[in-house]
């Protein structure tokens, strides 16, 4: 059984306590994982607290931490098919999705590496004539990275990328669901050469790990990626050291297909949608709205392609939906199922369960139309999309809205005038028009509503790791006047 450490202050340690994590493919564990308990966590910020304040971090020009974070990126992308190999057998994504994804990660530091030295001050044309004043820019402090299981390495990076940039340091919390590539990340930002304490990299549970980790008092940001419940959780530790937060949270994306949309581009686009990385995906387009004179064509199409997916090893490259990463993912999503279709929602595909080890569950088309059903409100990160229809583009924007989420939605029409209209009304962070499910280190990403706050990618996400600092200089000579008088 191979084992793994955390890296916390420049060395490999094991942690407090350990655990068993197990193959989503088989139900077996593969791996022990070290499991950080509240002194782990004391000692890991402690050490990010005392990098960003001495030694050769704070010394370090700008271009300099550019460079470092360049051979970090040279270091992901040389090593992304070990780590995607890694991701695939702790978490059960299929490796065709990590290689490619993985891969790409390697972008996201480039593009924070060349920033590094570009985050600006300013000067203000302040109105008294003996001040010069200006704005510096400066790395907000520690910042507690909590990230999830599911596309890991990105979601880290999205956060890692920029904070390096601004100049903090990190103690990254993975998800002891799958924590391995992170873990095994770590032992490249060693090799990188970053200075002790400078990046720690940990995993543990919710009560004994993460709530340790976002109240600690020398914690100033949180940047946190997973389910608005958690997050909650995360605002009221949050209040214990007042640090700052940025929220990532879940979604219920509306899929949008007008009657004059290509049809097959739209269904290949649903499928990438809500059936890629077994619909394990903040942005899943997990609700098909349709122009009810297409739906049965539209639905047809998407039945045929549904049915047609390759369920199999997640570490076969010819595999498009593995398992689930946990047994609890799966059982909750058939039960969420089973109460949809007992509430009358006609089950169009899927909606049983494989008998076959692991924690597989196959694509799953659900058509609600003409009922409520749970499968429409509540996230299920998993394969299941949920089809409702509507006659007009005031109905498509009402069930469009109809959700406390607003990550990203998906619009599919040939209308340019009615693709504006649309734009503006949509309440998502993310609209993507005849495509979906794509994303770039240049772009921002992020939600209104229960979707969190905050943005990750562009120079929006580097901005949020730094603080303004207003340095008032006088330029007169002259004695300072009557103290009695503010300035």
């Known amino acids: 059984m191979r084992r793994f450490q955390h890296y916390i202050d420049g ?4 942690g407090t306590q350990s655990f068993e994590s ?30 960003l304040h001495a030694g050769a971090w704070p010394a370090m020009t700008a271009t300099a931490r550019g460079k470092l974070i360049y051979r970090l990126a040279d270091l992901v992308a040389s090593n992304a098919a070990k780590l995607a190999e890694l991701e695939t057998r702790d978490t059960g994504k299929i490796i065709r999705e990590t290689s490619a994804q993985i891969a790409y990660v390697a972008e996201y530091y480039r593009y924070y590496a060349g920033l590094a ?10 109105d008294k004539p003996d001040m010069d004043v200006w704005l510096r820019r400066e790395p907000v402090g520690v910042v507690a990275a909590v990230v999830p299981w599911n596309s890991q390495l990105f979601l880290a990076a999205v956060k890692i990328g920029p904070a390096l940039a601004a100049g903090c340091t990190l103690v990254v919390k993975a998800s002891e669901d799958g924590p391995a590539p992170l873990l095994e990340f770590a032992r490249l930002v060693h090799e990188a050469g970053f200075p002790a304490g400078v990046v720690n990299v940990l995993t543990g549970f919710g009560q004994t790990c993460g709530a340790a980790l976002t109240r600690h008092p020398k914690v100033a940001h949180i940047a946190f990626t997973g ?12 209040a214990e050291n007042l640090a700052s937060t940025s929220l990532e949270l879940g979604g219920k994306s509306p899929f949008i297909v007008f009657a ?8 290949n ?18 609700r098909l709205l349709v122009e009810a004179s297409v739906k049965d064509r539209f639905l047809a199409i998407l039945k045929a392609k549904a049915e047609a997916v390759k369920i199999g090893s997640p570490l076969d490259m010819a595999t498009e939906v593995g398992p689930l990463c946990t047994n609890r993912q799966r059982e909750l999503i058939g039960e969420i199922v089973a109460r949809s279709v007992a509430a009358g929602a006609e089950l169009v595909t899927g909606g049983h369960l494989p008998a076959t080890p692991g924690f597989y569950y196959p694509p799953t088309i ?3 139309t003409k009922v409520k059903a749970p499968s429409v409100e509540r996230e299920l990160f998993g394969p299941v999309l949920s089809v409702l229809s509507f006659t007009s583009e005031e109905e498509a924007l009402a069930l469009a809205n109809e959700t406390p989420f607003g990550l990203a939605s998906g619009l599919f029409t040939q209308n340019l005038t009615r693709a504006h209209r649309m734009i503006k009304r949509i309440h998502a962070g993310v609209v993507w028009v005849n495509t979906y499910r794509a994303v770039s280190p240049i772009a921002p990403f992020g939600g209104y509503g229960q979707s969190g706050h905050g943005r990750e990618g562009g120079l929006a996400a580097a901005l949020d790791f730094t603080r303004t600092k207003t340095v008032w200089l006088r330029t007169s000579d002259e004695p300072i006047p009557d103290p009695f008088v503010m300035r």
């Open 22 to 51: 197990l193959d989503p493919a088989t139900g077996t564990a593969w791996a022990e994982m070290p499991e950080a308990r509240e002194a782990d966590v004391d000692r890991a910020v402690t050490a990010a607290h005392k990098a």
């Open 117 to 126: 030295d570009k985050i600006e001050g300013s000067h203000l044309a302040i």
């Open 366 to 368: 659900i058509d609600c």
């Open 260 to 267: 004059d949309a290509d049809l097959e581009s739209a269904a």
């Open 227 to 238: 389910g608005p419940e958690t997050a909650r959780q995360v605002v009221r530790n949050s």
């Open 11 to 14: 060395k490999f340690e094991d």
């Open 269 to 286: 686009a649903q499928v990438a949608g809500i059936f890629a990385a077994t619909g394990q995906s903040c942005v899943a387009g997990s």
